[in-house]
């Protein structure tokens, strides 16, 4: 079964307090890995699509990379605003590929 | 802008009602899918649909059925709803290997 586990499930951080959150994912047969941001009572916000080992996507103070087995979504000295709840997910590249499967999030909290 | 809309944000049904939750997207995207999302369990697919009148279920399909009879369209359908149903209810779509671009969620309740 495919697998994708978030940690932390939840994050305190302070304001400029860079951290990572981790994405890992069962190997075999990774389309590509996902990144959203998802606001309390909202529909997920795309964020990034990695394909590759070592590829990286930067917007703001978020960069996400991937490695062959988890993938990482660095915050550089967050801000308030940054506080959602990220998830990622995963497509596979055969069987039934039309669908992403989603980890269970991490609720990041960045404190002025 | 891209957009999915999703016809009601808030629904209080009782139970054994049925329930129809619409979704819209404007982007001419081939796929869609309707996930629900609690916490703990995170984002679950009920089901999804890659062409018009097509369908595949998803991880969680018991108590839900979907129709497509339009590619702008796709309704879930609980035929009689119950309280274990009460939950986030996301529509979503694609192009096949993009980014999945999401509605604001329907939050339903079932008393």
């Known amino acids: 079964e495919d697998q994708v586990t978030q940690s932390p499930e939840a994050l305190r951080l302070q304001e400029g307090e860079s951290s990572s959150l981790n994405c890992s994912y069962t190997v075999s047969g990774l389309r590509g890995l996902f990144w959203y941001r998802q606001d309390p009572g909202k529909g997920p916000e795309f964020l990034f699509t990695l394909y590759s080992a070592g590829e990286e996507k930067e917007k703001e103070r978020l960069k996400a990379t991937l490695t062959k087995k988890e993938s990482f979504l660095h915050i550089t000295a967050p801000k308030p605003e940054d506080s959602a709840t990220y998830l990622c997910?995963?497509?596979?590249?055969?069987?039934?590929?039309?669908?992403?499967?989603f980890g269970k999030g991490t609720l990041l909290t960045v404190n002025p | 802008d891209v957009k999915v809309t999703q016809s009601s944000r808030y629904l209080v049904k009782r139970t054994g009602e049925k329930v129809f939750l619409e979704c819209v997207q404007d982007?001419?995207?081939?796929?869609m899918f309707w996930y629900r999302q609690d916490p703990g369990l995170g984002l679950r697919l009920i089901y999804f649909?890659?062409?018009?009148?097509?369908?595949e279920k998803g991880d969680i399909p018991e108590g839900y059925s979907v129709s497509r009879e339009k590619k702008e369209r796709f309704s879930l359908i609980l035929e009689s709803a119950s309280t274990n149903q009460t939950s986030m209810y996301l529509c979503a779509s694609r192009v096949l290997h993009r980014e999945l671009f999401f509605g604001e969620g329907s939050r339903l309740t079932v008393l």
């Open positions: 982007m001419d995207h081939e796929n």
């Open positions: 649909s890659y062409d018009v009148k097509m369908k």
């Open positions: 997910a995963r497509e596979n590249s055969g069987g039934s590929n039309y669908k992403l499967t």
